[in-house]
């Protein structure tokens, strides 16, 4: 009999996975669903969830971003002396070199890297940590947000010459060139965002570019907004699948469905307070202070000064106790998120509002038809009425006006047709065809 979930893992549902794709020959993906241990870890370092895309030669890419998820995952956790944003940065710069590492330690694996993209969940918010052109999308209220900026040549292209999205020349450059990613170079920045509160529904996604290639936002706010995670993560999976599928496909899906184990206002012991503006933190300031004080003093003092002297040395001895103290509490305040007012990052990036979904109904059924076109003969095989029967009844509920629905059925339809897809024999060849 398994024993049931403690309550702060229960209030969290996470679903994961992974595809080789259409064409690729191996998965050079990775991912990882981390939750925290026992009561401490949770307060201290919450949930954890990672996905990495491989990139190299031979088993270069499957090697990498193993390595990132497994040892993101092991040094976050481990480094208990750092606020859980230091740990998250100092986790996946560390990974980079072990990466970095290995690369350079064998002649197959050299200049081989991955992304990284990982979500920690702590009580009171989100933070993000990220390297790469993997995804980190939140839905709330239908409205989904790209909390992650891609590394990619197109992205930085815009963010820097602020030419459109939809320009020609944006068009025109590869989406795939990345910019950045653990491995290649002995150093890497990486990106923190956050903290994000957390409510009750929200839902939180991860994913490779072989999913957000063939599914644009609109469809992956549709689909997150209108199925349980479970069914999602499917459909998300074979609709990728469906259009071609060119590369390896990774998710994971977390959905908070209680509140109940969430701060409703951050705990002292978890701030980290930080200026917005980037000024120096207090003891910065107030050590030169001390020290100046200190030495005109000194200075007084010697040309017998002493009534001054005295006051001066006083104040600078209070400064330095006070920046003393400044000092300590920063180095004890601190085991969770930063939070009470300092953001790091620009996130979100890009925000699409759920309202179109009688588009995404059209664009779901036309995919079904085209689909039973491309299957001739095969689409009139008895194993193909179940599909029939929940197109049937998709269209049915978009006449209706029920959008919702529709797309529930039709997604049920799509995630079985690639069930009949896959019972399919392969294709021999003709005992006349030519090797070439």
Not at 98 to 106: D, K, Q, S, Y
Not at 238 to 266: H, M
Not at 318 to 329: N, Q, S, Y
Request: hydrophobic residues 40%; aromatic residues 6%.
């Amino acid at each position: 009999m398994n024993n049931p979930q403690p309550e702060f893992v229960a209030s969290f549902q996470f679903v994961s996975r992974t595809d080789i794709g259409m064409r690729r020959a191996n998965n050079q993906d990775s991912f990882t669903v981390r939750p925290a241990e026992d009561e401490l870890s949770w307060r201290e370092r919450g949930h954890l969830v990672i996905v990495a895309d491989g990139m190299g030669a031979h088993a270069a890419g499957e090697l990498a971003s193993r390595i990132a998820v497994d040892k993101i995952a092991h040094l976050y956790y481990h480094n208990r002396d750092l606020p859980a944003a230091d740990a998250l940065r100092t986790a996946i710069t560390d990974t980079n070199t072990e990466i970095h590492r290995r690369g350079l330690a064998n002649p197959d694996f050299r200049g081989m890297g991955t992304t990284a993209s990982a979500l920690a969940l702590l009580p009171d918010a989100a933070l993000v940590g990220h390297v790469g052109d993997s995804r980190v999308y939140r839905l709330r209220d239908r409205r989904l947000e790209q909390l992650t900026f891609d590394h990619s040549l197109q992205w930085e292209l815009r963010r820097n010459t602020k030419i459109s999205e939809d320009s020609d020349f944006v068009r025109s450059i590869p989406k795939n060139v990345i910019t950045r990613s653990l491995g290649p170079n002995s150093s890497v920045t990486a990106d923190i965002e956050g903290p994000y509160p957390l409510q009750l529904g929200d839902v939180f996604l991860l994913c490779s570019d072989g999913l957000t290639g063939q599914i644009p936002d609109s469809e992956l706010a549709e689909l997150l907004a209108c199925l349980p995670p479970d069914e999602a993560a499917q459909t998300l999976v074979d609709l990728a699948n469906l259009r071609g599928g060119p590369d390896n496909i990774t998710l994971i899906i977390v959905r908070i469905v209680d509140d109940r184990v969430l701060a409703s206002d951050p705990p002292a012991k978890m701030v980290r307070r930080k200026t917005r503006n980037g000024a120096p933190p207090g003891w910065v300031v107030a050590g030169p202070v001390a020290g100046v004080c200190l030495l005109f003093a000194a200075l007084l003092a010697i040309t017998e000064q002493t009534a001054l002297s005295l006051v001066l040395g006083g104040v600078g001895i209070a400064v330095l106790l006070t920046a003393a103290v400044l000092w300590l509490r920063q180095r004890t305040v601190g085991m969770g998120a930063e939070v009470s007012g300092s953001r790091m990052g620009d996130g979100p990036y890009v925000t699409h509002v759920c309202g179109q979904t009688s588009d995404f109904v059209g664009t779901l059924s036309k995919t079904l038809a085209e689909l039973r076109d491309a299957a001739g003969d095969m689409a009139r095989n008895s194993v193909w009425q179940g599909t029939d029967d929940l197109r049937n009844l998709g269209e049915q509920a978009a006449v209706a006006g029920r959008f919702s629905e529709a797309v529930r059925y039709y997604a049920e339809a799509i995630r079985l047709t690639m069930q009949v897809l896959r019972r399919q024999p392969p294709e021999r060849k003709s005992d006349s065809s030519i090797e070439l």
